[in-house]
């Protein structure tokens, strides 16, 4: 980190990364009163911005407020930020982040956007920033919820969960990014808040794919409800709070992604559920569907804890073991009898 000290008084804020979740939230921290500069990697977004105020790639139809730029100079995307968000897909991030260290001030709050587990460590995305970027816990803070970004662009009323272990840096978060449209809600269970963002990209899949096979309400109301189950018992081995997997980050981000069609984890699965190659699914869903990657990290954590999650050991034997979908969903509905609350 730089000797850098930030001017507390400055509503500067740099976002890290131009998809449609990085573009959008800049523009919520721009209609709150912030100065948002983005980074990107594509000078070609930094040229739109500039001279059109749109992201049509990522973000189409929408036009971005007047406190959004855009730059590719990661020095000056930085420079003087007092918050410093992070919009990389998640298995990316440690890497495209690494360079932000040395540039980042001492005392600036960093956000984390991303809704993932990072294969090979399961770390979770705050774990990843406070490693890649020095940043003690007190001053990392995760913003998640039912926010798909084209709804939020479209200035559509919603709700999301900001969550740290230092008190003082969710409320600033929550206040540089409460708007007429957006209303953050502020909590301390980071472990929570986190695994159930990137957990629930897991079982939007699963629903997406029984869709795709002509399954209709019951089967998803089901892989939703027993979903919320089995994310449930792992947070709460790894020290979750159990109110969270009823709030906006839990349960509501659930039914957003699991019943949305804008929700790429959700397409991606209806993709294969109708018989796409995976390959070929990611290809028609565009943009990052997080739960492809994420479902092995997130067993692999399960499985060190020995907690069992066969929703998301049923999307990994899908998607990256070659299991067909019947054989899937004959495995799932045969496990042995067992009383529900059980958990
Ligand atoms: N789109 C949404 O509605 C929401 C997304 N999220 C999360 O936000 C995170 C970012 O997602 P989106 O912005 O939607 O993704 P996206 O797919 O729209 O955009 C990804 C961005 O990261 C950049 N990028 C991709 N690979 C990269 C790499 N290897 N190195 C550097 N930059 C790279 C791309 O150029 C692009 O700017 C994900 O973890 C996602 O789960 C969370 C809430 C809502
Ligand atoms: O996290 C999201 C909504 O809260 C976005 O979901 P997708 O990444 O599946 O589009």
Redesign the pocket.
Known sequence: MTAGVVDRTSRHVAVL????????FAAVLADAGCEVRVW???PE?ATEVAAHRTNER?LPGVRLPDGVSATTDAAEAVSGARLVVA???????R??LAPFRALVADDAVVVS????VELGTDRR?SQVLEEVLGVPPERLVV???P????E?AARQPTATVVSSVGAGAASEVAAACSTPYFRPYTNADVVGVELC??AK?VIALVVGVAQGRGYGFNTMATVITRGLVEITRLGLVLGAHVETFSGLAGMG?LMATCASP???NHRLGRHVGEGMSLDDAVVAT???A?GVKSCRSILELAERHGVEMPITQAAVAMFHEGRSVDEITRALIGRPQKPETSG
């Open positions: 990364g131009s998809g449609s979740w990085g573009t959008t990107t990697r594509r977004i990522y919009a990389i897909p998640s298995q990316s991030a890497d495209t956007l991303m809704k993932g995305m913003v998640s919820g926010n798909l970004a084209g939020i963002g990137a990209n981000d804008q929700s790429r565009g943009g990052t997080e």
